[in-house]
């Protein structure tokens, strides 16, 4: 079996969690603790140097004065001179060690005072001491006789060693005492105690110490400093950087260095203002989209897999007749039931609907679903509603146009068939037979041309190619004349054609065929659905900027229902109350 391995969870490491600041802090404290650390070492290191070499060249020089002094009275001998070296030992604040050569045996004599030490005998039971200030001191040790053999062939020596005649270590330093010929007779030896170099290494450490604690201090004040320095721009540029990622792009960093960090500061600055330049232009595109949206007819509306409201258009809520479309899919309409179903299959197939029904208002209304997808997956789906009632109506007019012109159409070539085969077949023999056929023919070829001739008109006005050029005229005429062209017809009709104005010239700006062919138009409608004995007016006032002409007549009139309608292309009134010809 494998052993089961501990998952080994990794610590997270303490700087990671510290902020820049405490890491600059850090790392300045550290390089000054360091720094300072390895000055006073060093300083520690050549002043104890310096201070041991100072108190031995000094000591040097003292007994290199002191044997010089002596050499004048090695004669003498030391009795009698005890002031004089106690003096020695005073000034130079040592002790102060005396060495002859007796024959091959070396002494080696020690100042003190009178009283200070009994007389010392030596191990062979002989006295060596000459006189009582002076005591005699045993060399035991092979280092003390070679220091003392080397002063007495002539060397000056110094040394910092344990020697066992000074019982311990000293700052040792002795010179030769000659004589006349310069012959090395004696020797004088300067030892003070290590003690004295260690109280001054204590107060050279001390003073280190102080400076280095003082340093530390200023190093920590420069670091917080330096620190609040480097740290108060970031400082800055993070909270313009939070504020920008809160949606405040306006917000700017203030910049008061070439370096680095006024750099940074400055593409930040550079960023928020192309961050807004760019926010603006994709709000200012988003406000035009949705004003585009919102001013299509069309009802929009989209939604995602959950079939939650992403966008939709007030035509929608129109079209659907609905307050909101919060709760569209909760909505207990068979219409919008219907609706929410097709998104859904829409969703789920991804393929194309379509369906159509009636709203509330009886108005046709025509969805059409298209799903919305990525790479990946269906985002959702976008529902296109429209108004189909009017285009369902002007297609029911197109049908019923085609059916009127068929019928209009049929009805003078069936008259000019029926007056042409008659001759073709030799039927008609009399000469006035023959023109009542050409009469028919004729009078159905001028109906047939003029239904052509409003097929063309209504086609170049649909296409605007009529130009009308407006020229200054008087009405009254023009009225007179429409009247004669239709007294004929009115005659044959049994109505009376009246003409009716307020007695001024009725100047304008018009076109005279254009006025001409409107009130034919008007009056030969007026006349088809006037019955007989009626009348018809026509008529014209001046209106102060404008003149007002028309016809009136006293036929059945238009329903209130469809004067709306009376602009429509191709519509006709309820033919079972009136005559119907014509295209309407």
């Known amino acids: 079996m494998t052993p089961n391995r501990g998952v080994r969870v990794r610590k997270p490491v303490a700087l990671k969690n510290w902020s820049i600041g405490q890491k600059t802090m850090a790392s300045h404290l550290l390089v000054a603790a360091l720094s300072i650390l390895a000055a006073t070492v060093l300083c520690y290191f050549f002043g104890y140097q310096y201070t041991r070499a100072n108190v031995i060249d000094e000591l040097k020089r003292q007994v290199v004065a002191i044997a010089r002094k002596e050499s004048r009275f090695h004669s003498q001998g030391l009795s009698g001179r005890g002031y004089i070296v106690d003096m020695y030992q005073n000034l130079t604040n040592s002790s102060v060690f005396f060495v002859n050569q007796d024959g091959d045996a070396v002494q080696m004599r020690r100042y003190e005072p009178s009283g200070a030490s009994a007389p010392k005998v030596s191990a062979e039971g002989q006295d060596l001491l000459s006189e009582a200030e002076y005591s005699t001191v045993e060399l035991f040790d092979a280092i003390d006789r070679q220091f003392v053999d080397r002063i007495l062939h002539g060397e000056t020596i110094t040394a910092v060693q344990r020697f066992a005649f000074a019982g311990g270590v ?73 504020r920008m990622a809160e949606g405040d792009y306006g917000h700017r960093v203030a910049v008061g260095s070439n370096d680095e960090i006024g750099e940074l500061g400055r593409t930040l600055n550079t960023l928020s203002l192309r961050l807004l330049e760019t926010i603006e232009s994709l709000r200012e595109e988003r406000d035009r989209l949705e004003l585009i949206i919102g001013s299509i007819e069309e009802g929009i509306l989209a939604v995602d897999r959950e079939m939650r409201v992403v966008h939709s258009n007030l035509a929608f809520l129109e079209l659907m007749e609905l307050d909101s479309v919060e709760d569209i899919a909760q909505s207990p309409r068979s219409d919008v039931t219907a609706l929410v179903d097709l998104m859904r299959s829409v969703i789920q197939s991804g393929e194309r609907g379509k369906r159509q029904w009636v709203n509330p208002s009886q108005r046709a209304v025509l969805a059409e679903v ?66 009542n056929c050409y009469c028919i023919i004729q009078r159905e070829t001028i109906r047939l041309e003029k239904l052509v001739g409003e097929m063309l008109d209504l086609s170049r006005l649909q296409d605007g190619r009529i130009t009308v050029e407006l020229e200054p005229m008087e009405l009254p005429g023009i009225l007179e004349a429409a009247i004669r062209n239709m007294s004929a017809l009115a005659q044959d009709a049994g109505i009376s054609l009246g003409l009716e104005t307020d007695g001024t010239p009725l100047r304008c700006q018009g076109n005279e065929d254009r006025i001409m062919q409107v009130l034919v138009i008007l009056l030969d409608n007026a006349l088809d659905f006037t019955p007989r004995g009626g009348a018809v007016t026509v008529f014209a006032r001046d209106a102060g900027r404008q003149v007002v002409a028309g016809v009136r007549d006293t036929g059945c009139g238009i329903e209130p229902k469809d004067i709306p309608l009376i602009w429509e292309r191709f519509y006709k009134a309820d033919r079972s109350r009136m005559r119907t010809k014509g295209t309407g």
């Open 170 to 242: 000293i700052v040792f330093a002795g010179a030769p005492i000659t004589d006349e010929d310069g012959q090395a007779v004696g020797g004088v030896i300067l030892a003070q105690p290590v003690e004295i170099m260690r109280t001054i290494s204590q107060e050279l450490a001390l003073s280190l110490f102080i400076g280095a604690g003082a340093a530390i201090l200023l190093a920590i004040l420069l670091a917080l400093g330096q620190t609040r320095m480097l740290v108060r721009p970031i400082q800055k540029m993070t909270r313009a950087a939070r």
């Open 370 to 435: 298209t799903a919305v997808t990525d790479s990946d997956n269906q985002l959702g789906a976008v529902c296109l509603l429209a108004d189909v009632s009017e285009a369902q109506r002007m297609e029911q007019l197109r049908r019923d146009y085609v059916a009127n012109i068929s019928h209009e159409l049929r009805t003078p070539l069936t008259g000019i068939r029926g007056m042409i085969e008659p001759l073709m077949d030799g039927c008609v023999d009399t000469e006035e037979e023959r023109q």
